[in-house]
């Protein structure tokens, strides 16, 4: 015991200096630039074929193969040498990358993909360790589009053949003479930005005008109504059995009891429908007022491309929003997938068009990262790119 006591003052000094030693251990063993600097081979992933549906020709499987080697090999040669992170890539097939596609004729084009993304290396425990998520992908998908729009709304706004409504991305940029869009201009750590590679300059997107927007906010309102309908149906049904169960002999030890939860679940029944009641008539008067809007346009602003800042605040009318000059303030143009853009005269397994999708990491201590954006952008030959179109 005394020996403990006297050893006492000793152990700060004792423990700093072994957390020195173990730090300098640690400090000697990898530092972060040991780390940015492993180089490593691209990793090739076992292709994604799990996707492929019915209205995708296997026989054209070889053909598809061999547009995707000539996309993954440029994606390469844009970052030859990985360098403090590990590289992969993989093809992918989907028949349905997007639900909108669902809606094409049997003869459009086939929907293919390639994958890169990127594992960074960085210090833990005296040694380089790689990451086991990412945010950082290179991707390109042909004759689609996969998260180059924002949808307007997680509701269900859609035109009458079921396709979605989107947002048209900004133009954030140019690179080596081709536009930059996002979906998400205003993000600065983890940015999402696409190209598109097109004859042309004709994009696979068209716009929506205003009366097709209105008719797809009329077909929410009329949807709602009917599912506020059956929810009152259903609840009207369920309280004429509990009633019936309270009535039964037996149910309550005394008839005071028994009228009393009759009473409170007619009252919460009650209650609930006077509130549903009174949104749906609003709803109603909605749907009448944006038949008033609409009857107030000439034929030439019905059909003009709708701009738009929030689709429920047009339909509510919410804070003065309700008319499409007001949301043009701070709106962005509508569109919609085009399902006409191909040419009928080319097999469905060539590439039509080429989405260039990078979404990617920004933060200070990701160096291998914003390295490797740095050099894909300087290297990266969209026309060859582009050059692929048409076979």
């Not at 269900?156 to 869009?181: H, T, W």
Request: proline share 7%.
């Amino acid at each position: 015991m005394d020996a403990l006591i006297n050893i006492r003052p000793l152990l700060p000094g004792l423990l700093a200096i072994l957390l020195g030693v173990n730090g300098l251990a640690q400090s000697t063993g990898c530092r972060p630039e040991d780390a940015q600097a492993i180089q490593t081979s691209w990793v090739r992933k076992p292709d994604a074929l799990g996707a492929i549906g019915p209205d995708f020709p296997r026989k054209s499987l070889p053909l598809v193969f061999e547009r995707q080697e000539k996309i993954l090999n440029l994606l390469q040669k844009a970052y030859p040498n990985p360098r403090g992170l590990e590289a992969r890539a993989y093809r992918i097939i989907k028949s349905d990358p997007a639900n909108d596609y669902k809606h094409l004729p049997p003869n459009a084009p086939l929907r293919y993909s390639v994958t890169t993304y990127y594992l960074h290396y960085w210090c833990f425990r005296g040694k380089p360790e790689r990451s086991a998520e990412t945010g950082t992908w290179i991707e390109c998908y042909v004759n689609s589009l996969w998260q180059f729009m924002e949808s307007i709304s997680e509701r269900e706004y859609l035109l009458p053949n079921g396709q979605s409504i989107f947002y048209m991305p900004e133009r954030v940029g140019d690179l080596k003479g081709y536009a930059v869009y996002s979906p998400h201009p205003t993000r600065r750590e983890n940015r999402q930005e696409s190209i598109l590679l097109v004859p042309g300059n004709r994009l696979p997107v068209r716009p929506v005008s205003r009366e097709e927007l209105v008719r797809s906010l009329q077909r929410h309102i009329r949807h709602f109504l009917k599912e506020n309908d059956e929810t009152t149906r259903v609840l009207e049904a369920g309280l004429k059995e509990t009633l019936a169960y309270a009535d039964q002999p037996g149910s309550f030890k005394t008839e005071a009891e028994r009228e009393k939860y009759k009473e409170d679940n007619r009252r919460s029944i009650g209650n609930g429908r006077i509130k549903r009641d009174k949104t749906a008539q609003e709803f109603r008067q909605n749907y009448d007022r944006l038949e008033a809007l609409l009857a107030a346009m000439s034929p030439q602003e019905r059909a003009s491309q709708a701009i738009i800042e929030n689709p429920y605040d047009l339909m509510t009318q919410y804070r003065g929003k309700g008319t499409f000059e007001a949301q043009a303030v701070k709106g962005r143009p509508l569109v919609t997938h085009d399902l006409q853009y191909h040419d009928p005269t080319l097999p469905r397994h060539a590439i039509q068009s080429i989405q260039l999708l990078m979404k990617y990491e920004t933060s200070a201590n990701l160096v291998a990262k914003r390295d490797l954006m740095e050099q894909f952008r300087q290297n990266i030959d969209l026309d060859g790119l582009k050059a692929l179109i048409g076979h």
